[in-house]
């Protein structure tokens, strides 16, 4: 192990790291502010319009699609020319987007700038966790990331309560409840403005000098006479060491990493996506009567995160990654194969069986996949391919979450409420099943570097 990365894994955590984190995370709370909101300006906008299923369809995944995009194109940009080169660019756009979003005039323009945002989201999502993660210590890696992580739920809550606040505006209420969302971004990007590049990918592209200006700022410990030399013994070790291209992920020493970071968050984000962008439809059909009972249900279901976040920060750097995310997607799994039961079961079960049912999910998901997925791939590849295989599996995440909410109005009216939660708890069984078989554990492992010569 390099002695740079030997000193960056084994520090205390600082102040420093403490403003990466907050700057970096809260590009997560625009993604749980931005779903969420959607959801509830889709309560006021259905009465309005009355798009028909599939329109309604392309309005809850157009921002998916976005992210898709977003995903694949920003890991490969993030690694060719550094963390900070879309590290703007991509909240700009959010903002934008957000703030067009609230002038749209039919569904067509709505939909062309939910997916703009989409593609500030994507980007940010491989940007934002890789740069954590190769900032951060070994062993408070998982932990500060999940504490971080959980700012996805703060968006979510904040925006239903903003959203709760607003419902009764007029007719413009989810005009007012999407252009919201370009208020904290103006905050993300203030706080991002002038955060260093990442010390190790400034030393996998030989930039010494530049790498020792980050070490000095986020180690400040070390001497000049001690950073140059770990430096310089770093660059050496890393001069020769083979190059990875983005098709890497795909070839036969990171397949299997690959697969292990993208099934798992596919099926999380099939099952979670659904539920964000429809539950509080979802629970006008399952006992709640008015609007604002399903906004404050939904607001409730949001909360319930804390009591799987909590636990999960304080124990994931000592069970590790993939055995929380075994024991959430079997919590995911029993929890709508629950109110699934109780639907054919009785018909009309009790409400409280039905939040149930909706809470074991939640809490079961915020302990693991709905965390751990989003952490696991920031571990798995080298510097060079990490914010290309996070983008790629991010990818892939919003195309099970595009796939599941376009088709869910469908599949809702095909099969009944019981068929779909069915169809979701099976999406946790192959999380489970998936994760046993793919998974590799890097808790308290240090991130891998490719310092490896290529043979003479």
């Excluded at 409280?352 to 996949?369: C, D």
Aim: charge should be positive; include cysteine; proline fraction near 4%.
């Amino acid at each position: 192990m390099s002695a740079v990365f030997t000193t960056l894994d084994e520090q205390s955590i600082t102040r420093r790291h403490r403003r990466v984190l907050w700057a970096s995370g809260l590009g997560i709370f625009l993604d749980g502010y931005d779903l969420s909101i959607m959801a509830i300006a889709l309560i006021v906008l259905k009465d309005q319009w009355h798009p028909s299923s599939a329109a309604l369809g392309l309005l809850g995944t157009a921002a998916l699609v976005g992210a898709l995009v977003g995903g694949l194109l920003g890991g490969p940009i993030a690694d060719r020319f550094g963390r900070k080169t879309i590290y703007l660019i991509d909240i700009a756009a959010f903002f934008f987007a957000a703030l067009l979003s609230g002038f749209a005039w039919d569904i067509a323009s709505l939909v062309a700038f939910r997916f703009l945002l989409g593609l500030g989201v994507g980007a940010d999502y491989p940007l934002s966790s890789t740069y954590m993660a190769e900032f951060m210590p070994k062993d408070r890696r998982g932990a500060v990331m999940t504490w971080i992580f959980g700012l996805w739920m703060g968006g979510a809550v904040v925006s239903s309560l903003v959203g709760l606040a607003l419902l009764h505006t007029g007719p413009d209420a989810w005009r007012w409840m999407l252009a919201s969302g370009a208020l904290p971004a103006i905050l993300v990007l203030w706080m991002r403005r002038n955060l260093p590049e990442s010390p190790r990918w400034y030393l996998r592209r030989g930039r010494v000098a530049d790498a020792e200006r980050v070490v000095a700022w986020l180690a400040p410990q070390l001497s000049a006479a001690e950073r140059r030399a770990a430096l310089e013994e770093t660059a050496a070790a890393m001069e020769g060491a083979r190059r990875h291209s983005w098709l890497d992920l795909f070839g036969k020493r990171y397949l299997k990493l690959t697969l292990y970071a993208c099934i798992p968050w596919f099926m999380v984000d099939v099952m979670g996506y659904a539920l964000a962008i429809f539950l509080p439809l979802m629970l006008l059909h399952l006992g709640l009567k008015t609007n604002e009972q399903a906004v404050i249900g939904n607001t409730l279901f949001s909360l319930a995160f804390v009591i799987g976040w909590i636990p999960l920060a304080l124990l994931i750097d000592r069970i590790g990654r993939r055995r929380a995310q075994i024991i959430g997607f079997l919590g995911d799994a029993l929890g709508l194969g629950l109110v699934g039961v109780l639907l054919v079961a009785l018909g009309e079960p009790p409400f409280w069986a039905v939040a149930t049912g909706l809470l074991l999910f939640q809490i079961s998901n915020s302990f693991g996949p709905g965390t751990t997925t989003w952490i696991i791939p920031t571990e798995l590849y080298p510097t060079e391919l990490r914010a290309s295989g996070h983008g790629f599996a991010t990818a892939v995440s919003r195309l099970g979450a595009a796939t599941s909410v376009f088709l869910l109005p469908t599949i809702q009216a095909t099969l009944g409420e019981a068929g779909l939660l069915f169809l979701l708890a099976g999406a946790g069984g192959v999380g489970v099943v998936t994760t046993l078989w793919l998974g590799n554990e890097m808790a308290r492992e240090s991130l891998p570097e490719s310092l490896a010569r290529k043979a003479a």
